[in-house]
């Protein structure tokens, strides 16, 4: 890897203060501007997020903002708020819910996270070459992760905020107080969440590594210092829960999946066909010494990492599938190879297919999530809620409705079982802990083979309405419950013990 001799390449080497140059600096600027907008579409074309995780942050956000004064939640959960290092959404929810409301406002913020990813994209690519490249248009295809599918918002958010800290390192360089401006951009990005702090700490370190004056040169791991202030609060205690796994089996298959998934959304073939691209481009940019170790240092870390960071770790799953698709997204940024307009457009169009498909998905998803909603028409206010989704052993694309029933928190302040809700895990938990109600008593998965008996599910023993989502219709249903909503693939069913909850302040 090298750090780039000629930072200002261009296809057309004319004078800097030529016309020619700066029409050419501004068409691609002007050109990762308008594909960052771009990459909201989902968010505005569909009337909620379709991402796996959402409704129950959703319901989180609610619970975190009621403040004991809904007398359904204040019987069903518990909020215990803490200072740590996953609270990028639920911050900015506290401003912006008064404004917006609770839904509009989780909306917005998952239409701001890809925006804010793609012009954090280009503020690198800026501050690196002063000029927006191949790489950097072709670093665009990552904004749309598995990680931002499934809904780690958090994450997600802590990384746009930590290639704007990066770029903002490498823009300070030479000030004398760059580590006071540091520290507290340290705090933001970690507050948003730690692993897009730790992210940060590595693409400092491996920009520092790549300018050192020999191998012995220990400078470049002093040189992140402004950034580990954060260890403080998770010496202290807070937020840093110490549960760590790397699963129950077959690891190296699982290590093997996340790496040929790192592009996955919706599209089996679409997805490594465009993994092979971004993968072919990288080698061929090393292979003609157009990789620019400033990044690649990093990217190469970000890859190990992948392979060595345990799957759960500080209680949050997936922690090494979401380094994946950064250290792809970093990899891009690496790239330094002068191409011309054209060359720019095919990169440019990879984003636009994979974005247009990831929108197109969530429209139709969304048609279906206003069908299924339907349901809670007939589910009264603080209702005991029991929601069984059948999910398929084995499935590329994410399924936007594997916590669906956390709606039933959102709209009719009922209990329900689908809700990120473990004490120490999560700031969210049940007041009732005789039987476990929340993630994951929803799932139902099967092969296809398999039939799904509804009088088995347990959630439903302790529920007054049984809610089903999936595609396989259930061969039974608990005995003498009365279905009261259906759709092609949902339907609601009345438990017979259900109970009318006419005074809420009475205990549960």
């Not at 942050?57 to 009621?66: R, S």
């Not at 740590?84 to 996270?113: D, K, Q, S």
């Not at 790496?259 to 490594?272: E, G």
């Not at 999910?391 to 809700?419: C, K």
């Amino acid at each position: 890897m090298h750090a780039s001799a000629h930072p200002e390449a261009e296809p057309v080497r004319t004078d800097r203060g030529s016309e020619t140059y700066l029409r050419i600096r501004h068409e691609a600027l002007w050109m990762g501007f308008v594909l960052s907008c771009l990459a909201m579409l989902p968010a505005i074309v569909a009337w909620t997020p379709q991402m796996t995780d959402y409704p129950s942050h959703l319901a989180g956000y609610k619970i975190m903002l009621d403040h004991g004064h809904d007398p359904y939640l204040t019987r069903y959960f518990l909020f215990n708020w803490e200072w740590t290092g996953n609270l990028g959404a639920e911050l900015l929810m506290v401003p912006l819910t008064p404004i917006f409301g609770l839904e509009e406002a989780g909306r917005l913020i998952v239409a701001l996270i890809p925006f804010l990813t793609g012009m954090a994209i280009m503020a690198v690519e800026w501050s690196l070459r002063k000029r927006v490249g191949v790489g950097a248009i072709l670093a665009l295809a990552m904004i749309w992760s598995p990680s931002l599918l499934m809904g780690f918002l958090n994450y997600s958010l802590s990384l746009a905020f930590a290639l704007f800290a990066f770029a903002g390192w490498v823009r300070l360089e030479g000030w004398r107080w760059r580590w006071a401006a540091m520290i507290p951009v340290g705090f933001v990005v970690w507050l948003c969440h730690v692993s897009g702090w730790g992210v940060m700490g590595v693409l400092v370190f491996g920009y520092e590594w790549s300018r050192r004056a020999s191998w012995r040169d220990w400078r470049p791991f002093l040189k992140p210092w402004p950034l580990i202030f954060p260890l403080l609060p998770m010496l202290l205690g807070m937020g840093a829960n110490s549960k760590v796994s790397y699963g129950r089996w077959g690891v190296l298959e699982y290590k093997w999946g996340i790496l040929y998934k790192a592009m996955r959304s919706y599209d089996q073939v679409f997805d490594i066909t465009s993994l092979c691209l971004v993968l072919a481009v990288i080698l061929a940019a090393l292979a003609l010494r157009r990789f620019d170790g400033r990044v690649g240092w990093a990217a190469l870390i970000l890859l190990v990492l992948t392979l060595v960071v345990p799957r759960q770790i500080f209680g949050g799953d997936y922690a090494d599938y979401r380094l994946s698709t950064a250290a792809l997204l970093v990899g891009c940024l690496a790239i330094d190879w002068p191409v011309p307009r054209w060359g720019l457009a095919l990169a440019g169009l990879l984003f636009t297919a994979r974005t247009a498909l990831t929108t197109v998905v969530w429209y139709q998803d969304a048609q279906t999530a206003r069908q299924l909603i339907a349901a809670l028409d007939h589910v009264p206010e603080g209702a005991r809620v029991a929601t069984a989704v059948a999910i398929p052993r084995t499935q590329w694309l994410f399924g936007p409705f594997e916590h669906f029933g956390s709606y039933a928190v959102v709209r009719r302040s009922s209990m329900e079982n689908s809700n990120f809700a473990l004490p120490d895990v999560h700031m969210l938990s049940m007041r009732e802990t005789r039987y476990r109600f929340n993630d994951p008593t929803q799932r139902i998965l099967y092969a296809p083979w398999q039939r799904i008996d509804l009088r088995k599910f347990k959630p439903a023993r302790h529920a007054d309405y049984l809610w089903y989502i999936g595609t396989k219709q259930p061969v039974a249903i608990p005995d003498g419950a009365r279905i009261v909503y259906a759709t092609p693939h949902s339907l609601l069913a009345r438990l017979p013990d259900a109970v009318d909850l006419a005074n809420p302040a009475d205990g549960s």
